[in-house]
């Protein structure tokens, strides 16, 4: 169906609405309608199909959107008198391994540890200045006292 195509909303017969909107709009008069909302059911396969609650079985058995899964006829028929249950394959074992990581930890050599050394006045700079980093002087030209 095509997402402009109008169909008729099931709470309101005087509403038309686009494919599009419907599941917005369902929402809506779905609230504005609680009474005639309790009387409808919604189909399982496909929550846009809104039918009384006595039609749901018929509706269900004739919906458009229904889906059967592709299920084996041994696994379609119930079980009973004889009937045995198929078997559920074994999962696949896979190639054999031939990794040890073990081994290869204890061919490796420790790495030395990362020690990080700081000093007390040690000023880092930035990798591209290559300037010493002096600090300014308060003392000058300007006549300004010495602090000690």
């Not at 039609?55 to 004739?62: A, G, M, Q, Y």
């Not at 896979?94 to 290869?104: I, K, L, Q």
Request: net charge neutral; with cysteine; charged share 20%.
């Amino acid at each position: 169906m095509e997402p402009g195509a109008l169909v008729q909303c099931p709470y309101d017969k005087s509403h038309q609405v686009r494919v599009s909107r419907l599941p917005y709009h369902l929402v809506k008069c779905q609230q504005n309608n609680p009474q005639l909302a309790r009387k409808l059911a919604t189909c399982p396969f496909n929550a846009r199909h809104r039918v009384p609650q006595a039609e749901l079985r018929s509706h269900i058995t004739s919906c458009p959107d229904k889906c059967q899964p592709d299920v084996p006829h041994e696994m379609a028929a119930p079980l009973g008198n004889g009937l045995k249950q198929a078997e559920v394959p074994a999962p696949w074992p896979g190639p054999p391994c031939r990794e040890d990581w073990e081994a290869e930890l204890d061919d490796t050599e420790e790495p030395p540890p990362f020690i990080l050394q700081a000093r007390a006045n040690a000023l880092l700079l930035p990798s591209h200045s290559s300037a010493q980093a002096a600090p300014k002087s308060c003392r000058g030209s300007r006549g300004l006292r010495d602090p000690l």
